[in-house]
C-alpha cells in the first residue's frame, strides 16, 4: 500500500476543520509556517511520520487515518481463520517465515512457534517484523502487567501502522514445474538440508 500525499491532505484538512482549526492554529501548534500547512492539505508535500503522529495528537485523530491506512474488516472467528492467514502470509514475496515444533519424545515439552529469521533470508521486510514483534512482545508485556494502559498501546499501534503502511507486500510468482523438476528440486533441497543437519552436529561437537 503506498502512502498518497493527497489522501493525507485531504484527512489533515477534514480533521483540521473538525476541530474548529485554522491553517494558522494548526501551523503554530505543529511549529510550522502556514506555507508549509497548506503545503501538506494539497498534498505538494508528504509530511514526514513524525509530523503526522503530532498532528494526529493536535486533532485528536490516529495517526492511521491521516496516513490514509484503512484497517481491512478481519474477523477471527475459528482455527480454520488462523490456518488461512498464515497460508496467505506464505504467499507474499518480501516476508518469510518458518514452523519450529518442539513435542515428546525429543523433547520435554509440546511447543511451536512462526520464526521470522531477520537477516539472510532475502525477504526484504523480515527484519521489519523482527522489529515489530519485538516492541509488540514489550508492549504486551507492559499490558497485561499493568505497566501501561490500553490507551498508550493504541496510541502507539495507530503510530506502527502509519510507519510500516508503506511497506507493500506482493504475491509470490507461482512456479509451475513438471513431476521431472520437482523432483530434482526436491533432491537439492534435501541434500541442503543434510548439510545443514551435518553442520550442525560438527559444531555441537566443537563445542564439547
Same mark, same amino acid.
Given at each position: 500500500?503506498?502512502?498518497?500525499?493527497?489522501?493525507?491532505?485531504?484527512? @489533515?484538512?477534514?480533521?483540521?476543520?473538525?476541530? !474548529?482549526? #485554522?491553517?494558522?492554529? +494548526? $501551523?503554530?501548534?505543529?511549529?510550522?509556517?502556514? *506555507?508549509?500547512?497548506?503545503?501538506?492539505?494539497?498534498?505538494?508535500?508528504?509530511?514526514?511520520?513524525?509530523? @503526522?503522529?503530532?498532528?494526529?495528537?493536535?486533532? !485528536?485523530? #490516529?495517526?492511521?487515518? +491521516? $496516513?490514509?491506512?484503512?484497517?481491512?474488516?478481519? *474477523?477471527?472467528?475459528?482455527?480454520?481463520?488462523?490456518?488461512?492467514?498464515?497460508?496467505?502470509?506464505?504467499?507474499?514475496?518480501?516476508?518469510?517465515?518458518?514452523?519450529?515444533?518442539?513435542?515428546?519424545?525429543?523433547?520435554?515439552?509440546?511447543?511451536?512457534?512462526? *520464526?521470522?529469521?531477520?537477516?539472510?533470508?532475502?525477504?526484504?521486510?523480515?527484519?521489519?517484523?523482527?522489529?515489530?514483534?519485538?516492541?509488540?512482545?514489550?508492549?504486551?508485556?507492559?499490558?497485561?502487567?499493568?505497566?501501561?494502559?490500553?490507551?498508550?498501546?493504541? *496510541?502507539?499501534?495507530?503510530?506502527?501502522?502509519?510507519?510500516?503502511?508503506?511497506?507493500?507486500?506482493?504475491?509470490?510468482?507461482?512456479?509451475?514445474?513438471?513431476?521431472?523438476?520437482?523432483?530434482?528440486?526436491?533432491?537439492?533441497?534435501?541434500?541442503?538440508?543434510?548439510?545443514?543437519?551435518?553442520?550442525?552436529?560438527?559444531?555441537?561437537?566443537?563445542?564439547?
Amino acid at each position: 500500500m503506498n502512502i498518497n500525499p493527497s489522501e493525507i491532505g485531504e484527512r @489533515i484538512k477534514t480533521a483540521r476543520k473538525a476541530a !474548529k482549526l #485554522s491553517q494558522t492554529d +494548526l $501551523a503554530n501548534a505543529l511549529g510550522k509556517t502556514l *506555507r508549509t500547512v497548506q503545503k501538506y492539505e494539497s498534498g505538494e508535500i508528504e509530511p514526514s511520520i513524525t509530523t @503526522i503522529n503530532e498532528t494526529a495528537r493536535i486533532l !485528536k485523530v #490516529s495517526p492511521a487515518y +491521516l $496516513a490514509g491506512y484503512n484497517k481491512p474488516e478481519m *474477523r477471527i472467528d475459528s482455527v480454520s481463520d488462523v490456518l488461512s492467514f498464515f497460508v496467505e502470509l506464505r504467499k507474499k514475496a518480501e516476508i518469510s517465515y518458518e514452523i519450529d515444533v518442539r513435542r515428546p519424545p525429543h523433547y520435554d515439552g509440546w511447543n511451536c512457534a512462526i *520464526r521470522f529469521e531477520g537477516r539472510g533470508t532475502g525477504a526484504k521486510h523480515n527484519d521489519s517484523l523482527c522489529l515489530i514483534l519485538e516492541q509488540l512482545r514489550d508492549m504486551l508485556n507492559g499490558l497485561e502487567n499493568y505497566y501501561t494502559s490500553q490507551e498508550h498501546f493504541d *496510541r502507539w499501534l495507530e503510530s506502527e501502522l502509519a510507519y510500516y503502511m508503506s511497506a507493500a507486500l506482493t504475491d509470490k510468482e507461482v512456479e509451475e514445474l513438471s513431476e521431472m523438476e520437482r523432483l530434482e528440486r526436491r533432491i537439492e533441497a534435501d541434500r541442503k538440508y543434510m548439510e545443514k543437519i551435518k553442520a550442525a552436529e560438527e559444531n555441537g561437537s566443537q563445542d564439547e
